[in-house]
């Protein structure tokens, strides 16, 4: 069965989104490491297979999502390799559980944002020992799998839920602002 439909089951629609989060989490480490291989692989399987035109550098699943309370929980397959783009969410903070594999997470800060962007970034990587990742509202960061040959899979909790986006790229010195409904943009 399909790990993100068991996920739905062992998470009470209800619920605050912390405990949505704790829940998924909980599940996927109640698991033996053969199980969580398993179900992690079915769907690497499917994503290896998409034809080229829907290659991405990962894939975000959405989970659940509670508007009245305020949350959103997303499921994400990294690619060896794969790489947001600096980016920040509004006003919304999220929290990271790397569930298999590595995870390296870079803050951005814009030393001049009106003429040419500078950076200066601090990298941090994570595996499944690691505890929470945080993204505050106010910090440009970009996520990226360290593995050039793994796969790796993180479980994301919005709060409140994903409304707006700002992209960048520093190389071209630009940024795009999404409102509405970010879900259906790399990020
Ligand atoms: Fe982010």
Redesign the pocket.
Known sequence: MDVLEVLRMKINPDSEGKESFNAGIKWIESLSEEERQVYFAECIKDLESLPKRKKRPYYKFLVSENKTKGYCLIMIFWTPNGE?RP???GDSR?KIKVLQGTLCQTNFTLMEPKRNLRKFFIGRTYDALDGIID?YPDTI?S?KNSSKYDWAVSLHLFTPELAEMTIYNFEENWRCDIKGDVDTHT?
Do not use: G, L, N
Request: proline share 0%.
């Open positions: 947001t980016h920040m969410h999220a993204e960061h996520v990020f």
